[in-house]
């Protein structure tokens, strides 16, 4: 974490409400099912093996990095990296994919899109919940993109997933146009502040009133901050 990190940190929990402070029966509800639901699935264990068996693998693949970086960080920059090093930093947290799980289980969304697949992890958690919905999850490197089809294939979830590979100034519209309707959208792809708001109003226009967004890393950089803010705006 750094300053403006723990900066964040401190404004959201001096601004938090507690749910009884929630206005919207939708929201009320759906806080209460996410964050009170204490339910295990066997779902979990089965995504977090996939991810133990990522964490002992010493296979070194090569990762274009499109937006983990700062601002005004020249992108796209190609390395190579073991699987399980990305494994370990670039997927969702268990506690993290277990909100996502929650999440698709009550909504039930029969269209989801994710912006960032890594090698899978959120992908795993959000088919294992809703196994009869469509998922497109797009990302920008081609052999991380290979590990999360075979990571999703082996938990038997292949069928509903598509994983598009490519820059998602090139997949994202064909991928909204396959799906038409989103009900249910992760963004989890871009650190900085002008192309997520683009992908954000791009995803917009496939919007219903029931369509949930998730973003993560809003508190990352003053610039997503800012984006944060301009989409609460947008949303008001
Ligand atoms: C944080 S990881 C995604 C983690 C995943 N959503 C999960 O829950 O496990 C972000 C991924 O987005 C991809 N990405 C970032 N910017 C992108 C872009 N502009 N186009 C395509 N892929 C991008 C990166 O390659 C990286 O694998």
């Known amino acids: 974490m750094n300053f403006f990190q723990i900066g964040e940190f401190f404004r959201f929990y001096g601004a938090a409400i507690t749910k009884y402070q929630l206005h919207s029966p939708f929201v009320f509800e759906l806080a209460c099912a996410v964050l009170e639901d204490e339910r295990w699935f066997y ?3 089965d995504v977090e093996k996939v991810r133990e068996k990522m964490l002992s693998s010493d296979v070194a693949v090569s990762v274009v990095d499109f937006g983990t970086g700062g601002e005004h960080e020249k992108l796209p ?5 073991s699987v399980r090093s990305i494994a370990r930093q670039a997927g969702s947290s268990a506690g993290q994919g277990q909100m996502l799980f929650r999440l698709a289980t009550h909504l039930r969304p029969n269209t989801m899109l994710e912006l960032g697949t890594s090698v899978g992890i959120g992908a795993m958690y959000l088919a294992s919940a809703q196994r009869e919905a469509r998922l497109v999850t797009l990302e920008g490197s081609p052999e991380i993109a290979h590990i999360a089809r075979m990571n ?6 292949a069928k509903n997933v598509e994983v598009r590979e490519g820059p998602f100034e090139h997949t994202l519209s064909s991928g909204l146009q396959e799906l038409q309707q989103l009900d249910f959208v992760f963004f989890d792809g871009n650190h900085r502040s002008e192309p997520t708001l683009r992908y954000f109003e791009e995803c917009l226009a496939f919007a219903h009133e029931k369509t949930v967004f998730v973003f993560d890393d809003m508190h990352w950089s003053q610039g997503m901050a800012e984006a944060w803010q301009k989409i609460k705006t947008i949303l008001a």
């Open 43 to 45: 779902a979990f264990r």
């Open 77 to 81: 920059v190609e390395k190579k990296r």
């Open 152 to 157: 999703l294939d082996l938990l038997g979830l």
